[in-house]
């Protein structure tokens, strides 16, 4: 078979070595780490307009595109397991995923089974695209092990290719509901003040950074100033008693943990987030006793990928999902509306 060629746009302001300009730019879910792309350009898998480029510290720009040649996957050796899946779509190319909260995407150390991969691979056998690697098959892009909603998956090379070429360009429409500590205000100073920040109209907030892993914790995300760049735009579609809010959040690029590190950023963690909420408590004088505990009980990052938008590579018509809040934020949010406030009578 032959390889398979992974193209890699280099962003601006990239370091002014190849090696480390593919490290920075090189997609998550390619799962190609520095040491492997230092063999895979010392083997003259990397080119660039046809040109092969073998020295890790050759000159590189902004906007070159850089080839990677993969070697074919291996038959995969991840074992079917009959999951429930709830499928919104499906047809030739790929499938339309609503994914529960708690389930990995592919497997990976201390997950090798039970997996989005292992319910997929028990419902199409064989007939997922190769193109993803021998532990991703199908997987065009990633959300959370603890994060709800759509995702897409591909089951032609063809689709693989194309539905990657739109996240790579950001094309892909991305909507996120979120419940998140406070109430983001448009006007507040502290938030307008914060670098890369902005509010457009609408009242809709937009925090462009950089991001890279945390410098301290390896297993972070953060906002870095040499990293890759990233954008969200959100808006409070609902205050919860002064003490939360309900937030649709639209991804312009999809970067690790983007939301979820960015909305830290801004001094507004997700409810729920054990790793960048850092289990953060809503006062009970504020959100009132039965919304403070049951915010507290909540086992994940209060998350949900509501709609997913794309152009169907095979037919080049555009179609849209929708998915509902599921249960255990219809819950939380229960949980603020059966308060009362402290002044009625």
Known sequence: MPPVLLRVVIADNPPARLDKALARDVPP??????????????????????????????SVAAGDAIDIALAPPRATHIAPEAL???IVHEDADLLVIDKPAGMVVHPAPGSASGTLV????????TDLSGVGGVGRPGIVHRIDKDTSGLLVVAKTDRAHHGLSAQFAAH???????AICHGVPDPGDPRLRGLDGVTVEPGAVMRIATMLGRHPADRQRQAVVKSGRHAITRFRV???????????????????THQIRVHLAYAGHSLLGDPVYGRRRALSSRTAGERAAEAAGLFPRQALHAATLGFVHPATGGRISFASPLPSDMTALLAAFDGETDDTSP
């Open 84 to 86: 429930p899946l709830r």
């Open 29 to 58: 879910d390619a799962h190609l780490s520095r040491s492997r792309l230092a063999r895979l350009i010392a083997d003259g898998c990397v080119s660039r307009n046809g040109a092969v480029l073998t020295q890790g510290t050759a």
């Open 237 to 255: 579609e609902r205050p919860l008693r002064g003490a939360a809010a309900l937030l649709r959040c639209w991804l312009e690029t999809g970067r």
């Open 171 to 177: 094309d892909v429409e991305r909507e996120y509901a």
């Open 118 to 125: 292992n319910a997929l691979l028990h419902h199409l056998g």
